[in-house]
């Protein structure tokens, strides 16, 4: 997730995404993706079978985005996953269920609500 997000991120800033992921590794990275969200609460998970993760929202949904393929993936359910798992403390915890938030998590759920409600293309 994280150094997905890394790669295409840095491959975007120099200009060569195009240059280096070929038709063929970008639709399987996209596919990769997408294949992250999970049903049980619309989050997104790094690796099979963990849990679903605040901090995934924008590591995944950050690289669908410079992709410009976030339309595959479901923001509605993604969106609503992160804000439950908005505690009463402040902040966000990592996992949806109840348990303490940290800065880290707080940070990168914002993130992706911010993506979530940017409308304009990436690039």
Same mark, same amino acid.
């Given at each position: 997730?994280?150094?997905?997000?890394?790669?295409?991120?840095?491959?975007?800033?120099?200009?060569? @995404?195009d %240059?280096?992921?070929?038709?063929?590794? #970008?639709?399987? *990275?996209? /596919?990769?993706?997408?294949?992250? !969200?999970?049903?049980?609460?619309?989050?997104?998970?790094?690796?099979?079978?963990?849990?679903?993760?605040?901090?995934?929202?924008?590591?995944?949904?950050?690289?669908?985005? @410079?992709? %410009?393929?976030?339309?595959?993936?479901? #923001?509605?359910? *993604?969106? /609503?996953?992160?804000?439950?798992? !908005?505690?009463?403390?402040?902040?966000?915890?990592?996992?949806?269920g109840?348990?303490?938030?940290?800065?880290?998590?707080?940070?990168?759920?914002?993130?992706?609500?911010?993506?979530?409600?940017?409308?304009?293309?990436?690039?």
């Open positions: 997730g994280g150094s997905t997000y890394c790669v295409v991120a840095s491959l975007v800033l120099m200009g060569r @995404l %240059d280096v992921l070929t038709p063929s590794w #970008k639709s399987d *990275l996209i /596919q990769w993706c997408v294949s992250r !969200q999970q049903t049980d609460h619309g989050g997104l998970h790094g690796r099979p079978n963990k849990s679903e993760d605040t901090c995934y929202s924008y590591w995944i949904g950050g690289a669908l985005q @410079l992709l %410009d393929f976030q339309h595959l993936i479901d #923001k509605e359910a *993604l969106t /609503q996953f992160v804000l439950e798992c !908005q505690t009463d403390m402040g902040g966000f915890s990592k996992l949806y109840g348990t303490y938030p940290d800065l880290l998590h707080s940070f990168y759920s914002l993130a992706w609500l911010s993506i979530a409600n940017d409308n304009s293309s990436s690039q």
